[in-house]
């Protein structure tokens, strides 16, 4: 499977597991990362809160962030009135949220892996819960 292609089924994952909830909905964003304007992958919501997320499904157990990656899904999420938000499926452990805010403050350019993910993410459970 391409990376294009694994990345598009996460994406697709993800989507299902917000409407399999009783209150939220979810759409992919096509041409993310393809035009010139910022996008992110998801934008996820229910009554009062919206989210906007990108997505990334990691095999190898490391991925990293540029300043410029997290600067463009703030920018969209701030103009679009969402919570910023990267998800990351890692292959043993499934699916983790962290809140922008929290990657830039782990560093621009540090690896996330399965200890941060446990250490520092949300699971899917933890950020859908009423706040």
Same mark, same amino acid.
């Given at each position: ?26 759409? %992919? ?6 035009? #010139?304007?910022? +996008?992110?992958?998801? *934008? /996820?919501? !229910?009554?009062? @809160? ?20 997290? %600067? ?6 701030? #103009?679009?009135? +969402?919570?910023?938000? *990267? /998800?990351? !499926?890692?292959? @043993? ?39």
């Amino acid at each position: 499977m391409s990376t294009k292609s694994k990345g598009s089924s996460a994406e697709r994952e993800i989507i299902h597991m917000f409407w399999k909830t009783d209150k939220w909905a979810a759409v %992919r964003i096509a041409g993310s990362g393809s035009m #010139k304007y910022p +996008a992110v992958d998801v *934008v /996820a919501g !229910k009554q009062g @809160r919206k989210l906007a997320i990108e997505c990334k499904n990691v095999s190898t157990g490391n991925l990293f962030f540029s300043k410029e990656d997290l %600067r463009q899904i703030i920018e969209f999420a701030t #103009k679009f009135g +969402a919570e910023p938000w *990267v /998800a990351i !499926k890692f292959d @043993r452990i499934g699916w983790y949220f962290f809140a922008v805010n929290v990657v830039m403050e782990l560093g621009v350019g540090k690896s996330f892996n399965t200890d941060n993910a446990l250490t520092y993410g949300l699971s899917f459970e933890e950020i859908i819960k009423e706040k």
